[in-house]
Structures are given as structure tokens and as C-alpha cells.
T-cell receptor
Framework: KNEVEQSPQNLTAQEGEFITINCSYS?????LHWLQQHPGGGIVSLFM???GKKKHGRLIATINIQEKHSSLHITASHPRDSAVYIC?????????????FGKGTLLTVNP | DAGVIQSPRHEVTEMGQEVTLRCKPI?????LFWYRQTMMRGLELLIY????????DSGMPEDRFSAKMPNASFSTLKIQPSEPRDSAVYFC???????????FGPGTRLTVL
């Protein structure tokens, strides 16, 4: 069983819809990352958070440490948001840079 | 800054051959990571270095894999001998120790026939 679980695996939305991607983890973490991987393969770090909420443009990431759960929200979605979104838990132990990844959520936003 | 640089971008080789993947981290970053991505297993950490020293290599699959970081601006991941199951995209990433946000290279797509 993967220590980081994402849902849904696939998500199709119409342009303008509000998107939510969920991430649950079972390990103790020092931080949680959200990454975006575009169809060309490049990976970009969107957020790193250890508590509360962060916002960047139309993207919002939240985390609930007690419930071991994080969400990534996209407001007013656009076809260019189509990508794979990956959450990754950063260990809280000695190897505290080690990331454990979810399997990713494939988001397709149709015009 | 040019970002994390990886070479080659694509590599096709035959089973049994030695493969060397190269990475140049962002200048000033003192942590470097090697990842492997496959359809079946997703992204997996293979090894990471802090200040050129390997810290955690528990993700290295077996003795056929080795990684070095001889200086702050260069790292290699070597597979010898390569096998078809090593076919994957290999990413290198770097970060500054104090903020831990990782910047990924474009990846090397390896195909072992």
C-alpha cells in the first residue's frame, strides 16, 4: 500500500469549473508538496506547505495535519491546467528531504 | 539561471550495456536528488546528496545502480549492466537546504532493448 494516496486518479472538467484533488498520507511529515507534470513531461513544484493554506493565482493548497490530508483546488479552470498533479510527502525523520509520491491525478480541462 | 540540466535527454541502449546519466544542479543548491518515473510505480526517489555527500540511497534498486557527486555542480547516475526493466524516465532535482523546494530537470528517457 502506497503511503500517499491521491484521488481521483483521473478527472475531466469543463473550462471554468472548480477543481479539487485530494491527497491522504499515512507517514509523519515535515511538509507536503504539490507538483505539476505537463504532457511534455516537465515537473514543476507548485506548493510546499506544512500547515494551513497557500494560494498562488488560481491555485490553492490546504493541509490538515491532524487528519493527514491535503487538497489542491483550481478555481476557474482552463484547458492549460490540463496536466498530472502529484502530491508528495516529505519525511519528518532523519532523511527529512525524502519525498514519497502519490500516483498522480490526470486532469483534463475541456474548452 | 538555466535550471537543472540533464543529459542526454533520450537514451536507447541494448541490454547489458553501461548507461551514464548526467545532471548539473542549479548553482547554489546544495541538495541533489535522482528520481525514476515509470507507469507502474510512478515517481520514486533513488538517492539524494547533501553537500555532495550521499545521504539516503535506500531507493537504489540494486548493485547495478550507482551514483556519484564529485563536486557541487555535477552528478552521475550509472547503470551497469542495464536491463529492459530499467526503462523509465530519470529525473534529477536540486534544492537549497534551507527552503527544500525542489527544482526538477527535464528528465532522461531511457529505453533498454
Amino acid at each position: 500500500k502506497n503511503e500517499v494516496e491521491q484521488s481521483p486518479q483521473n478527472l475531466t472538467a469543463q473550462e471554468g469549473e472548480f477543481i479539487t484533488i485530494n491527497c491522504s498520507y499515512s507517514v509523519g511529515i515535515s511538509a507536503l508538496h504539490w507538483l505539476q507534470q505537463h504532457p511534455g513531461g516537465g515537473i514543476v513544484s507548485l506548493f510546499m506547505l506544512s500547515s494551513g493554506k497557500k494560494k498562488h493565482g488560481r491555485l490553492i493548497a490546504t493541509i490538515n495535519i491532524q487528519e493527514k490530508h491535503s487538497s489542491l483546488h483550481i478555481t476557474a479552470s482552463h484547458p492549460r491546467d490540463s496536466a498530472v498533479y502529484i502530491c508528495a510527502a516529505m519525511n519528518s525523520g532523519g532523511s527529512n528531504y525524502k519525498l514519497t509520491f502519490g500516483k498522480g491525478t490526470l486532469l483534463t480541462v475541456n474548452p | 539561471d538555466a535550471g537543472v540540466i540533464q543529459s542526454p535527454r533520450h537514451e536507447v541502449t541494448e541490454m547489458g550495456q553501461e548507461v551514464t546519466l548526467r545532471c548539473k544542479p542549479i548553482s547554489g543548491h546544495n541538495s541533489l536528488f535522482w528520481y525514476r518515473q515509470t507507469m507502474m510505480r510512478g515517481l520514486e526517489l533513488l538517492i539524494y546528496f547533501n553537500n555532495n555527500v550521499p545521504i539516503d540511497d535506500s531507493g537504489m534498486p540494486e548493485d547495478r545502480f550507482s551514483a556519484k557527486m564529485p563536486n557541487a555542480s555535477f552528478s552521475t547516475l550509472k547503470i551497469q549492466p542495464s536491463e529492459p526493466r530499467d526503462s523509465a524516465v530519470y529525473f534529477c532535482a536540486s534544492s537549497r537546504q534551507r527552503d527544500r523546494i525542489q527544482f526538477f530537470g527535464p528528465g532522461t528517457r531511457l529505453t533498454v532493448l
